[in-house]
């Protein structure tokens, strides 16, 4: 997996690629919770467009960068999802409870 | 060690103890595949191509080989943090298995993959996962797991953990009538 951080109008996107597994999630939550609880940035977005696969320790990770962007006042924001992190998702009842876009043009208008 | 593989030339039943009624597709299970691994995280990546890649092998459609392959993917992660408690380095057996029987006369063919563990007991009884109502992180891989698979079974044998995990190849569809039938 990798990690590329780009800043937009003060805001963060982390551009995700490759697997979110047992090996790499910490990594994935170390980039996410950095963003959102030391640097304070007010609007994080996740790229998940080269996301190939997500498992339960990377949604576990999504689920505590929510809850520390809702702590912080901020938002997390998560977009280009493919069939498969959709489905993992759906089965974690989770799709209604993050902000998720189509695209990172959809994204960033919101 | 990180992985070993062992592929068979041949086949290898092992017979269940049920009676076939077809009488060409008896209740068995031929070995496809048998992974040695250590319970190193880096080697999740690599138990799921192979397993991705028995699914496609026993033509099941992409939604379930992805549900097939999440499935064993979430079954090994919880092994390392849980039975292994993170420790890297320990074994674990990977036994995938294509899968024949009956059911209702008809011969119905499916994917066993046991996975084996020398890690602490596993208790069914503790692993109820956790309500998706609540909104945390964590709990979630049995979940997965149990959505997923058709049989998902824990139990204890000669010392070490074991779980199984069967998924069935849905039925074909009947073919569609020529027209003027």
């Known amino acids: ?110 | 060690m990180l992985f070993g593989v062992k592929v068979p030339g041949g086949r290898t039943n092992t017979k269940h103890g049920a009676n076939s009624s077809c009488g060409k597709c008896a209740f068995h299970a031929e070995l496809l595949l048998k992974l040695h691994l250590e319970s190193n995280p880096q080697a999740l990546a690599l138990v799921r191509a192979a397993i991705e890649r028995a699914t496609e092998v026993l033509h099941f459609h992409e939604e379930e080989s992805r549900a097939i392959v999440r499935s064993v993917d979430e079954a090994l992660a919880n092994v390392i943090r849980h039975a292994y408690r993170g420790k890297s380095g320990c074994p674990i057996e990977v036994t995938c298995r294509h899968l024949h029987r009956t059911q209702n006369g008809a011969c119905v063919s499916g994917i066993e993959i046991v996975l084996r563990d020398s890690g602490v007991r596993a208790d069914p009884a503790k692993m109820k996962g956790r309500s998706l109502k609540e909104i945390r992180p964590g709990g979630l891989g049995l979940h997965f797991m149990r959505e997923s698979m058709d049989e998902v079974e824990f139990s204890r044998k000669k010392g070490k953990n074991q779980l199984r995990l069967v998924k069935y190849l849905a039925p074909a569809a009947p073919a569609a009538a020529p027209e003027g039938e």
């Open chain 1, 1 to 110: 997996m990798q990690i590329v951080a780009r800043a937009i109008n003060g805001w963060t996107i982390l551009d995700l690629s490759g697997d979110i597994d047992l090996a790499n999630s910490p990594a994935m939550r170390k980039a996410l919770l950095g963003e959102i609880k030391e640097k304070r940035t007010p609007k994080v977005f996740l790229n998940l467009k080269n996301v190939r696969y997500i498992d339960s320790s990377g949604i576990a990770s999504l689920v505590e960068g929510l809850k520390a962007s809702r702590d912080q006042g901020s938002r997390l924001i998560l977009y280009g999802l493919n069939k498969t992190v959709r489905e993992v998702m759906q089965l974690s009842r989770l799709q209604k409870i993050f902000e998720i876009y189509e695209d990172e043009e959809h994204a960033l208008a919101s």
